[in-house]
């Protein structure tokens, strides 16, 4: 019989540090097993610990480690501190500043840097420098200053700022509504036969691999979110392909999640295994060619190039564009010498 806990503590001395509703096609599972799939750098005795402390409440109970979650339990993971990530140091962090007025800016962010601030990464975010030049930036519907979407640590590209409250709620809702104009190039492993395409599939969080997402196909229809990436080819090189992608929808890691399911993983993206070989000779040399590839783009070859939206104020449809950052820019050219080599052989 599962126990549960019930503890004096007043709601409001606590903070939130995580909430969770479950999907409704979750099989019951101990709650500390859970929490561990969702929450990045969760030991099992942290989970536990916090159970004993009364931290861990469902549907508004206090409850143990041994607790069954079951579809659409509401889990809420409190402790007596605020969460590291809202105690926002501004840093004087240089920012590349594409667009500026009065309600907005459009900012282009170098790969390696992680967008707001979350667990193990606490400063040096774009969060930190963005309230260090701005005051008075207005909430995001999660408390995140300015931020009306974000791209990944280590991709790089644009992102639309919010400095107004009307161009928050104006430009989420273009964003929410599918108005926005997102526009990605990658280069994948493989060489992609069709010219374009569209990928459709929920992407959800991986059931064993905790940090990584995946698609979940018709018969698992209820897991996930509805997401659509369309892709057209712009350059083959052999082994790898180079891509545009456009988003409809903005999931986390949509792309790196849509790419790998055709089976065309970004290349270099560690988290979904693009850093191994997986297309190509045997020959050592050119296993040494891709691992100079590698160090000479020591990430996801991932850049989000075009953005655009309508301006919250004066209506008009704005358009921005960046170039591909050296970095990936460099690892193309290789590719272009190395495809360009082969077919003249």
Known sequence: MEERINLPEEENELYEHHAFTVEKGQQPLRIDKYLMNFIENATRNKVQAAAKEGSIRVNGIPVKSNYKVKPHDEIRVLFAHPPYENLLVPE?????????????LVVNKPAGMVVHPGHGNYSGTLINALTFHFDNLPNNSSNRPGLVHRIDKDTSGLL??????????HLSNQFAEKTSEREYVALVWGNIEEDEGTIEGNIGRHPKYRMQNTVFLDDDEDKGKHAVTHYKVLERLGYVTLVTCKLETGRTHQIRVHMKHIGHTLFNDE???????????????????????????????LHAKTLGFEHPVTGKV??????????MQQCIEKWRGYSLHQNNN
């Open 92 to 104: 004087d962090i240089p920012i590349d500043i594409v667009y500026e007025d009065d309600a907005l």
């Open 318 to 327: 704005m358009s921005f564009t960046t170039e591909i950052p050296d970095d």
């Open 160 to 169: 639309v700022i919010a400095k107004t409250e009307i161009a928050m709620a």
């Open 271 to 301: 988290r979904y295994g693009g850093e191994r070989i997986l297309k190509g000779t045997t020959f050592t040399k050119y296993k040494q060619f891709v691992e100079n590839c590698f160090k000479v783009l020591p990430r996801q070859a």
